[in-house]
């Protein structure tokens, strides 16, 4: 049975359940949520990052690990009342005076046994006698069969409970709403920048009987082994076993030109003349000095970063390469300097660029070409 939902970003699928966060908040709307995905899409850190922003505390129960009654909880005989009562369990939020989410994670991975008593808690929000609090936002996640997951089918008595959203690794937002902010290793996000296609091959694995496949998550992966690992042998069989063999030669081609080209603390401590010859003379090497920027920006190297960042649009007159006529210096410079502003304000530092010369220069040039 296919998800006939609208397919959306991680990215968009936080700014949906932000916005039913903000709508049960003001007591217009009470709903919960179902998330449908590949593994590895980025489901648990859409959960994660909205509970940090709203200050909740997370309630994750992994479905595929608990019984019917590990919810319901355990019985006892209350000898005054001669009635059979229940000992609430301690993994459902109570708590009237602060925010929660429920978030119940491989819904559809969870034995068929166990639904009727989810039932309860997506809808009626209870279980036997225990009612969540109107600041508990419910939030489900689970994989479908066609994803080559464990998974039921969801039967028609409970996706009527849910609202559903279905999630899909897209590239752009993965680099700008989780990659960049989270510092991943500037070579992943270069590559994927260049290489979107191979965010996430699971479909494309399952067709050709394959094991691995790459996915957002595997690349998180990848990312802290190339931060972990220095041996490029030992690197490069770990990063094989995470996204498979092939993906993997060819992530190690581009690492190995980034590692030799690309020496983002060497740029800012030479001066101008010297600084230019240290230019990567390809798209995934300018691509990894634009990341290794935004990785290192903050207070003290700030003016050296905007001026690396400046002279990356004038390189096809600065350097006698034909590789830099071929290039789109004007994008990467646009994409490098949003990102990096995005960082600065964050750091408090949007006057330092409003300030700075290179900038100042930057930004003139683009409002008389008409792009600002």
Known sequence: MSVNAMTVSAGEALEVLRAGWQAQAAGHMLASYMMHGRPGVGK??????????????????????????????????????????????????DDI?????????ELTAASPMLQPTVYGLLQERRVGRHCLPDNVFVVAAGNTVEDGAIAYQMNTALSDRLIHLHVRAAAAD??????VPRGLHPTVVAFIRTRADLLDTTERALAEGQLIATTPRSWER????????????TRNV????????????????IADDIAATVQVQDMLEADRKARIALYPASMHGLNA???????ILDARNVNGVIEVMADIRDLARLREEPEFKRMPLGELTTYGFEGLIRKGLDLGLGERFLSHDAYKTYAKERQEAGLA
């Open 44 to 93: 648990t850190q859409v959960v994660e990052q909205l509970a940090n922003e709203i200050g909740a505390r997370l309630f994750d129960l992994r479905l595929t690990t608990i019984e019917p009654q590990d919810l319901r909880g355990l019985p006892y005989y209350d000898h005054d009342t001669q009635k059979t009562k229940w000992y609430r369990p301690e993994d459902l939020p």
């Open 174 to 179: 993965w680099l700008d709403n989780f990659a």
């Open 97 to 105: 005076a602060h925010p929660a989410i429920l978030f119940l994670d």
């Open 222 to 233: 990848v990312s802290q082994i190339m931060a972990a690992v220095p041996d490029r042998r």
């Open 289 to 295: 000095l634009i990341y290794g920027l935004i990785g």
């Open 238 to 253: 770990l990063i094989a076993g995470t996204v498979g063999e092939a993906v993997a030669a060819e992530f190690a081609m």
